[in-house]
Each structure stands twice: as structure tokens, then as C-alpha cells.
């Protein structure tokens, strides 16, 4: 989204209401959220349980700033994005909630992992955006949503994700990232998972993205896919 936080509408008319060990909250005016402790309680379990799954330091020098809206309308205005919430900064999301384990997971891997590809980023934020037993996107599970896609092959192959997933609505590109997400780590474990997040981006060639997951894997994307539609 860029870095919004050097444009002046955004530094200034916001105050600081609340502080946790890694994380800072602000509003347009004192009041406006009620039960600010119990959010940041939410916050730092949610930003502990991350990083102690993907191995990540948790001694940030810099805290998570979130910026708490009042509407979605005000952040569109914002940011020119429809959405209810989103990273704004390397250190700072806006949302509508004080508590957005989604957009918190972003800020979490893009700091520890660097940039990725849409379909590893979304999808680790869908499937670790809220630690529930059963994976879930819209109340429903993955699975669920796979068995959805599957009827939807043209839609929803791992090349037609990857090339032009900006495209494809986010009711299927968010919940099949999530699922190929939860397949890799399955797979592979998260070391390789880790691997494939910083070695793989949005700005390279389909054919470079498929050369990189055969060193990391030793499977080609073409064989991951198959074992994915059958086995998730």
C-alpha cells in the first residue's frame, strides 16, 4: 500500500490511547474503542503464537503500530482501497478492528521473510490470521472451499493463481492460497515453506517461480499440484 505514514493527514490527528510490548494503537479520539487491554492482550498472543510457530525473533526493536478507524469508508478514502483493513508501513497497519491477526501476520513475515508472491503471502495470512483447529475463511474450512474449486479447474490452477491472481476475485484466490499454504507446510515443513516465501516474489516468470520450487521441494509445481487436488 506504501508508505502512508509520511503524508501529514495521516501523522497527525491521531493520538496515541495505548501501549504493549510490541504494539501501539491510536484512534481519531480518546474513547472511541472500549476494551483497548483486552485488544492488545489478543494482539501480543496472536503476534507470540506467529512467531514461535515459524521460528521468528520476538525482541523487535520497533513496535506494530495500528491505527484503529472509525468506518471502512475512511480508510478507502485513505488508501484508495475498498477494505476493512490493511498494512500501511513495514511497522503499521489501518483497520476497522483493534485486533487484525490478518494484516498482523503480514507485518510479522514481511519483516522477518521479506516480500513473497501474493499466493504464499495471502495464504499464510489466511491460514495463520486466526489460530482455530479447523482452518476456516468466511466461517467455512478449506476444505470446503477446495471441493468448491475443484469444479472451477481453469479458475483455480496453481499457473493461474500464480500469473494473475490480482485477477481472480479474492473469494477464491484468498481461501485456495490459504489451502496451497497449509498443503506446502504439510508437505514440506515450514523450513522449506520459509524458503520457498523468500526465494519466490510476484515480479518473477512463471517459468523462474517453477525452477526455484524444484530446488527447494525436488518436486516439480506441476506434481505439487496434482498431490494437492488429490490428497487435501
Not at 34 to 51: G, M, P, Q, R, T
Not at 63 to 86: D, E, R, S
Not at 167 to 188: C, D, H, M, R, T
Request: hydrophobic share 35%; proline share 3%.
Amino acid at each position: 500500500m506504501g508508505n502512508l505514514e509520511n503524508k501529514k493527514f495521516l501523522k497527525s490527528n491521531w493520538q496515541m490511547i495505548y501501549e504493549s510490548k510490541h504494539f501501539t494503537f491510536f484512534t481519531r479520539k480518546r474513547g472511541e474503542i472500549k476494551n483497548i487491554k483486552d485488544s492488545a492482550i489478543k494482539c501480543e498472543n496472536h503476534f507470540l503464537k506467529v512467531c514461535r510457530k515459524f521460528q521468528f525473533p520476538t525482541n523487535w526493536k520497533n513496535k506494530i503500530n495500528i491505527y484503529v478507524a472509525p468506518n471502512q469508508k475512511f480508510i478507502q478514502k485513505l488508501t484508495g482501497h475498498k477494505t476493512v483493513g490493511c498494512v500501511i508501513s513495514k511497522y503499521s497497519l489501518i483497520s476497522i478492528y483493534p485486533f487484525h491477526p490478518h494484516e498482523i501476520t503480514h507485518i510479522i513475515f514481511s519483516n522477518c521473510l521479506g516480500d513473497s508472491h501474493y499466493v504464499l503471502k495471502e495464504g499464510v495470512a489466511v491460514l495463520y490470521g486466526w489460530f482455530t483447529r479447523t482452518s476456516l475463511w468466511k466461517g467455512k474450512s478449506l476444505r470446503f472451499w477446495v471441493k468448491q474449486f475443484k469444479k472451477e479447474k481453469t479458475t483455480c490452477t496453481f499457473k493461474n493463481l500464480i500469473i494473475s491472481f490480482v485477477k481472480i476475485p479474492q473469494s477464491i484466490s484468498y481461501p485456495l492460497s490459504g489451502a496451497i499454504v497449509k498443503f506446502l507446510i504439510n508437505e514440506f515443513g515450514i523450513e522449506k515453506f520459509k524458503d520457498l516465501y523468500r526465494e519466490i516474489n510476484s515480479g518473477m516468470s512463471y517459468k523462474t517461480i517453477q525452477e526455484i520450487f524444484q530446488k527447494i521441494t525436488g518436486i516439480s509445481l506441476g506434481e505439487a499440484e496434482e498431490r494437492f487436488w488429490k490428497n487435501f
